[in-house]
């Protein structure tokens, strides 16, 4: 299961966690590797053509997302993050995928950051809702900058992944960490998606991890 961080007003613990594991994600997409629920998102966003959409991947990591669909004939794409690590190994990727002049990339909180954002025809946030304590923010911000599909994975809702989670929670708060994954209500969370005016068109998960894709309905 991977770890999901506490996004706070103070994004320095966060980047820090996550730039040291930057080098082990490069390597596995380097490898050829997406984690399972990548696949999946891949899997629900191509229910509709990729071709000339503007990507905006929200906790982008490494890029291996965004970069898979540019190299499938998305138009561009942009990267947001709170980690100068991830970022850094995602721009190298697309440098040596020579997709550095459709990239661009966004250090930060992307609910502060939305507002000078454009818009984009694909969203994308993989595993990241579990990561921000306001949910609401994010889901309204990320949403009202899509044109077209939203895609997101956040934890199943059943009773061992959820006292897994709570259980991190509560060693975090025990050991005054910097950062704790968020337990929200996954169901609250669709309702809000799709009081949004977009439709499920995709529905998969793991073990661990739901993976949800939506079409905005015109």
Same mark, same amino acid.
């Given at each position: 299961m991977s770890i999901c961080c506490n996004v706070s007003v103070n994004n320095e613990p966060t980047n820090k966690f996550f730039s040291r594991w930057s080098k082990r994600y490069a390597k596995r997409f380097?490898?050829?590797?997406?984690?399972?629920t990548q696949q999946y998102i891949l899997e629900g966003v191509r229910k509709e053509p990729v071709t000339a959409k503007r990507i905006l991947d929200i906790g982008c990591g490494v890029g291996s997302l965004?970069?898979?669909?540019?190299?499938?004939g998305a138009a561009t794409a942009t990267g947001?993050?709170?980690?100068?690590?991830? @970022?850094?190994? &995602?721009k190298k990727f697309a440098e040596d995928f020579k997709l550095q002049d459709r990239?661009?990339?966004?250090?930060?909180?992307?609910v502060r950051e939305?507002?000078?954002?454009?818009?984009?025809?694909?969203?994308m946030l993989d595993k990241v809702v579990c990561c921000y304590e306001d949910y609401d923010a994010l889901i309204s911000a990320s949403t009202a900058k899509t044109r077209a599909i939203y895609a997101l994975?956040?934890?199943r809702q059943n009773i061992l992944v959820e006292s897994v989670f709570k259980?991190? @929670?509560?060693? &975090?708060?025990?050991?005054?960490?910097?950062?704790?994954?968020?337990w929200h209500d996954w169901t609250a969370i669709h309702r809000l998606i799709v009081a949004k005016n977009f439709e499920l068109i995709y529905s998969n998960s793991t073990i661990a991890w739901q993976v949800l894709v939506y079409r905005r309905i015109h």
């Open positions: 380097r490898k050829g590797g997406l984690e399972k965004h970069l898979t669909l540019l190299k499938e947001v993050e709170v980690s100068e690590g991830m @970022i850094s190994q &995602a990239t661009s990339y966004v250090l930060g909180d992307f939305a507002p000078s954002m454009q818009e984009a025809d694909l969203t994975s956040h934890p259980l991190q @929670i509560f060693f &975090a708060k025990l050991f005054r960490s910097a950062f704790h994954p968020f």
